[in-house]
């Protein structure tokens, strides 16, 4: 009887090390670069309609931040930026579909969290995008920090982190506010365009398509300050950690060919270069693309088909686009901001 | 006096004009100089190059400027972390450079005394321009250091945004004042330049 007990639970225990083992073994994919290389595109999962991030025209063609991001990738991988497909996915269910494998990559305006990677046994790779809680304030108040708001009438949405921001922000700085809340973030510009509200809270991207819509945008501004972290960042998922170098090292190639002065316009100039940091990153020394499994001119790839970081952050976002973002965090460490590359190599 | 100085100006500026228009177009003038044109103080700039508040970085002291010239933009520092951004006209390729000066001097209204090596470049260009609203120089100059460029006006606010001067930086009037008024002379100065190849 004893031993007959023991053989079952030893039984039990390896069955249960088998189906450990098993699930692990699913549960962890680690093909991601082999199945799209076969495929023969990179699926990316992105928001259905953000200005400025994500957002098809009426013939389908996409543009966009996010977009142009998973270009970057599919133009390091297939040296052909249409090679990204773009599948639209909800805010509730992108998680969700990452993991299901429906998408190699979320490109989609996505906070980086710890919860989020711990939670959903995601990876973000880099922050593509710092965003932040800021407010926007009619030209006319002729005030240039978040800190002379005391006693304003603030426009928010309700039940959001942003309301809990805001109420953070002001106790802190031992400020006082009048909170006009309001359900759908329609009502809340509403209010704050007929004059309801002194200022209007939201986080900073936001802000700026907002503006777009109110009677008279360049009547307000955007105040400078930033007040909360939202860091947007590509997600893929955990442990696969081939396919998380490509994504990461693409974004960092960008980045490090802004800081280099290389862009979609001078890349055959550089391909002639001296200077070792720019041979490195355009493969004319060393081969440090092979290493991710990539050719040795992966991001020259990624630079013609897409430009540097800058490049794509003005064209979607930035100065040449309709929102007219500043550059702000988001700027180069080296020139005001905390966008920063680790070094190619 | 001033009545006089004006019309001294004027035909100065007219001269220089007829003699801009005459032989500039032919010569498709490099740097867009264009004498005895009066500002249109009701220009409106981009957004880009509008004066505003922005989040800035940085270890350099509140009250330092730091000039950007791959940008197009100017930085006068806050500190915490904000600086006071102007739009600027810069140095075309050849005319960039890049280091540390102080502002040595400041001049309201200032004359213009473009240098030889300007001349020589651009023989149509006057040899002395009295300071008004048709000198490229503008409402305000600050001296660099004991280079020939300066930190100035103009009366061409389009041209902000551009690479097309000989090495100066160019604001529009109204943002040449402001500035005038929150530096002193003695105020440190660093050019950064976009990277080389």
Redesign the interface.
Known sequence: MRTFRGGLTIGLAIAALVAAAAITYERYDTRTLKRTVRRGDVLCGVNKGLPGFSIPDDKGNWTGFDVDFCRAVASAIFDDPTKAKFVPLDASERFKELQNRKVDILSRNSTWSMSRETNYDLYFPAVAYYDGQGFMIPRSRNI??ALDLNGSKVCVQANTTTQLNLADYFRANNMKYTEMKFDKLDDVVKAYDSGQCDTLTSDASQLYALRLNLSKP?DH?I????ISKEPLAPVVRLRDDDWMMIVKWTLYAMINAE????TSK?ID??LK?K?PE?MRLVGTEGAYGEDLGLTKDWAVRIIRHVGNYGEVYDRNVG?DSKL?I?R??N?L?S????QYAPPIR | MTKLRHLVWMLIATGALVLSTSQGFAQNRPDADEPGLIADDSYELDPEWQKQVVYYRTNEAPGTIIVSTAERHLYLVQGNGRALRYGIGVGRDGFQWQGLVTITRKAEWPDWVPPPEMIARQPYLPRFMAGGPGNPLGARAMYLGTTVYRIHGTNRPDTIGTAISSGCFRLVNADVADLYNRVPVGTKVIIRQKPEL
């Open positions: 240039d920090s360049n501004t105040l400078a300050d930033i800081e280099l002065g290389i001078n100039e550089a270069s200077k720019v100065a007219k500043p702000g965090m700027q460490w020139a005001g901001g905390v």
